[in-house]
């Protein structure tokens, strides 16, 4: 399960970061299957496996932090045996599971108390929480119109424009991601996810900082959304992932180079609010 869990983050098959950090936490479960002599090759192997589960994406504030939380509770307890040792770790993967999902369903909520009916966003990527937000608004009786950025080259903001349209009362246009500036003007809001917010700067979709910088020249308010585990503060190096050019173009570029960061850097100043299950912080 582990392995496959690795692939599956390397190879982007899950696009929400907090849907990453709890598979990779429920990962970890495997490790109570396996047989150990002692304590000390237990907590060898939690670190081991903790440590490749994070490095399968370097730029996930949620992995990076239920995965320490994971290896700290199993480290700190001390226990006396492997079977108390793998108590432990259940325990704690439980525990990093509810706070991750509840954080993000509480996220969702205090977003959604900012759609009003017959409000008209525009959103980027691939995003649970801006997802459980639009359809908790939809649900307490708000009509929403959303334009959808296709979030090149992976295509994720097709997932997203499809989840919507699944939802009464939601208006849903798919847009390709550089008519994001022609159709901003007719937006009361941007609201997108994060991947992580590090000290002053948001690392997401690449595509979101010239949304946000031509929200900012239009004054149009922009908004961000997850849990509280995506804002970390220390011991976390952001790594952008820069990936294969054949997502881009599946003929060999010939005569010229290829980039595909992942993310972009967005400064906080850009922002209007972050939105966490602690609630609103206004900027």
């Known amino acids: 399960m582990i392995d496959e869990t690795v692939a599956e983050i390397e190879e982007m098959q899950t696009h929400s970061s907090s849907i990453v950090a709890v598979k990779s936490a429920r990962a970890m479960m495997e490790l109570t299957d396996r047989e150990y002599a002692t304590v000390e090759e237990f907590v060898r192997d939690v670190e081991r496996n903790s440590s490749v589960l ?11 932090n239920v995965q320490r939380d994971i290896v700290r509770s199993v480290t700190e307890a001390d226990p006396e045996d492997v079977e108390t040792a793998k108590a432990v770790l259940v325990d704690a993967i439980d525990r990093v599971v509810d706070r991750v ?50 979030a090149r080259p992976r295509l994720a903001g097709r997932k997203t424009a499809r989840a919507l349209a699944e939802i009464d009362g939601v208006e849903t246009t798919l847009i390709v991601d550089s008519a994001a500036g022609h159709y ?15 000290g002053e700067t948001l690392y997401n979709r690449v595509g979101t900082y010239p949304i946000a910088a031509t929200a900012a020249d239009l004054d149009v308010p922009m908004r961000v959304t997850g849990s509280g585990a995506k804002l970390i503060d220390e011991g976390f ?9 054949s997502e881009v173009m599946l003929e060999p570029a010939e005569g010229f180079d290829l980039k595909n960061p992942r993310y972009d850097a967005t400064p906080v100043r850009l922002l209007d609010a972050i939105i966490t299950d602690d609630g609103g912080l206004s900027l």
Request: proline share 1%; with cysteine.
């Open 101 to 150: 999902e509840t954080g993000k369903q509480e996220a969702a909520k205090h977003a959604a108390a900012n759609l009003e009916d017959g409000t008209t966003l525009l959103t980027h990527d691939y995003s649970s929480t801006v997802l459980e937000a639009i359809e908790h608004a939809a649900e307490s009786g708000a009509e929403l119109s959303v334009y959808v950025t296709e």
């Open 54 to 64: 994070r490095r399968a994406n370097s730029s996930h504030a949620s992995l990076f």
């Open 184 to 198: 901003l003007s007719d937006c009361d809001g941007v609201l997108i996810g994060m991947d992580c917010l590090v």
């Open 237 to 245: 190096v952001f790594e952008n992932d820069f990936r294969s050019p």
